[in-house]
């Protein structure tokens, strides 16, 4: 297994930006296809985003879609999340998963999850 470790959360104003990072260790990141998610308080947690192996090609839920990009450098074994326009309604715990999959679109099979970074956003 790939051991991923975010990075980059704090407290932001809204319409400020923010970037997370996510750095695995452990095995080849290029392996995998990898998402970020987010969990509120009180509520379930949900996909944000999803990125092939190459990281050519990326998938976002609609209401971060032109707000937030996903990317990746394998050579760094390190997914990224800028965020931007944030909004008090970003505010959760963001985490990064890894599957062996190839459907970077889909939530399923995510089997592998990092400890989450926390990210507050204020009105």
């Known amino acids: 297994q790939v051991q991923l470790v975010e990075s980059g959360g704090g407290l932001v104003q809204a319409g400020g930006p923010l970037r997370l990072s996510c750095a695995a260790s452990?095995?080849?990141?290029?392996?995998?296809?990898m998402g970020w998610f987010r969990q509120a308080p009180g509520k379930e947690r949900e996909f944000v985003s999803g990125i092939n192996r190459s990281g050519s090609s990326t998938y976002y839920v609609d209401y971060v879609k032109g707000r937030f990009t996903i990317s990746r450098d394998n050579a760094k074994n390190t997914v990224y999340l800028q965020m931007s326009s944030l909004k008090p309604e970003d505010t959760a715990a963001y985490y990064c998963?890894?599957?062996?999959?190839?459907?970077?679109?889909?939530?399923?099979?995510?089997?592998?999850w990092g400890q989450g970074t926390q990210v507050t956003v204020s009105s």
């Open positions: 998963a890894s599957k062996s999959d190839y459907n970077y679109k889909s939530t399923r099979l995510y089997d592998n």
């Open positions: 452990g095995r080849t990141l290029s392996n995998y296809v």
